[in-house]
């Protein structure tokens, strides 16, 4: 599943073994509860953990844009971060890479947001 944790006054979504593969079907949980964070969390800054996720689909990228667009509508942002190689060439090519900030791990995650 996943499990949200405050690291350094920023929420973290950490994607667990269960989204291994983002697509169309294993979407919904986790879009709920993005969602409702990023209308709620403070400061307005998620970072997604997806160290666990080996694949992305055109449904999680979507989901993204949605996310992305709701934390700026609050003035905040979303992060990325721990990427697996796949997920890193699919953000790079489509350059959607150039929308979010995208880090090697979570600490240097928190650790950008916060000087936002």
Do not use: H
Not at 29 to 57: F, S, V
Not at 63 to 87: D, E, I, M
Request: hydrophobic share 45%; proline share 3%.
């Amino acid at each position: 599943m996943t499990r949200v944790v405050q690291q350094d006054g920023l929420t973290v979504i950490e994607l667990g073994p269960a989204y291994d593969s983002l697509d169309q079907e294993t979407l919904g949980q986790l879009e709920k509860l993005a969602m409702e964070l990023a209308a709620t969390c403070q400061p307005p800054y998620l970072i997604i953990d997806m160290a666990r996720t080996g694949y992305i689909g055109s449904s999680f990228i979507e989901f993204l844009v949605r996310l992305w667009k709701r934390l700026r509508a609050r003035g905040g942002a979303l992060a990325l971060c721990s990427l697996q190689p796949f997920c890193a060439e699919v953000l790079r090519v489509t350059r959607l890479d150039s929308l979010w900030q995208i880090y090697n791990d979570r600490d240097a995650a928190t650790a950008g947001l916060a000087t936002r």
